[in-house]
């Protein structure tokens, strides 16, 4: 799908990789769609000056279904034509250790927001018969490592939600863009290490957001339905689809329960 005129509308638009991707798409002169938890008038200011045709602010948290119902009901008269589901948060270490509060929000801004902005925002892209859906899971969806149970249940999710509806939507105009994202050098990259490092060595090999945005940019040009690690993660991730016991041996190597 062309980026230049489409209407996107970017969560977790106020850093990282929903950041990076809305400057990308800012150059090739989309209708830039922000949802932030705060206004930033500097980053709409700076994503003007990129080239976007024009940028809107949606104040919204979407640690809440009520947060997530009314930015829905504001964003009734946008045509938004791709939708990417970005906005994320972590939690980790041993299961009991992990704050519940912090689980059930996680839980809510990974997969339920996610769930519910797409089933808010589809019929319209149905009806015009033309949309993108870009869900953001994670590596961990299929690397299962001790300290990541909860996150990697979200991501897990996201993948099996957006495989679904990949299916479901074939031959309608709007498609699905699966990421199954591997360590991009961004905050939430550096909170894997403080939560998890106690107990588990993790890989540290990552690329930076903008060059991840350029790959997620090229993938919506070109309508591929996933982008997958290459590089060591990329061998990391089929082992541990294809080689399960092998990847255990891994990993039991890297962890430690005290
Ligand atoms: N970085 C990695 O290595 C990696 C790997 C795999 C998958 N991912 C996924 O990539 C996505 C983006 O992550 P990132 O690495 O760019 O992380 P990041 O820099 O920590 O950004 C997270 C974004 O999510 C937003 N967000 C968090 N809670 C929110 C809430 N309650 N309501 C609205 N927005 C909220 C944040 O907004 P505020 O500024 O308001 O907090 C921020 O814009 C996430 O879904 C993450 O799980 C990242």
């Known amino acids: 799908m062309e980026i230049a005129n489409r209407h996107v509308l970017v969560t977790g638009a106020s850093r990282g990789i929903g950041k990076a991707f809305a400057k990308m798409c800012a150059e090739d002169k989309a209708h830039l769609h922000l949802v932030l938890r705060k206004t930033d008038p500097e980053a709409v200011k700076s994503l003007e000056a990129a080239g976007a045709k024009s940028v809107t602010v949606w104040e919204a948290d979407l640690s809440t279904r009520q947060g997530v119902e009314d930015l829905l009901q504001r964003l009734k008269d946008i045509p938004v034509d791709i939708l990417f589901n970005n906005a994320g948060t972590l939690t980790g270490g041993l299961l009991e250790e992990q704050p519940l509060d912090d689980i059930y929000r996680m839980f ?81 990259f550096d909170e894997i290490e403080t939560l998890y490092s106690k107990n588990f060595q993790i890989p540290n090999d990552s690329i930076s957001p903008s060059k991840y945005a350029e790959m997620i940019r090229e993938a919506v040009l070109h309508d591929l339905d996933v982008i997958e690690p290459s590089g060591l993660t990329g061998v990391g991730l089929k082992v541990a689809k294809f080689i399960k016991p092998l990847f255990e041996i891994e990993v039991s190597r890297r962890f430690k329960r005290s």
């Open 108 to 188: 809510q801004v990974n997969l339920n927001a996610l769930v519910h902005l797409t089933h808010g925002l589809l019929p319209g892209m149905l009806s015009r018969k033309r949309g993108k859906i870009i869900n953001n899971s994670s590596v961990s969806a299929y690397m299962h490592f001790p300290c990541a149970s909860t996150y990697a249940a979200s991501k897990a999710a996201v993948a099996a939600f957006t495989d679904c509806i990949r299916m479901e939507l074939k031959e309608t105009g709007v498609t699905t863009l699966l990421l199954i994202t591997p360590g991009i050098k961004t905050r939430m």
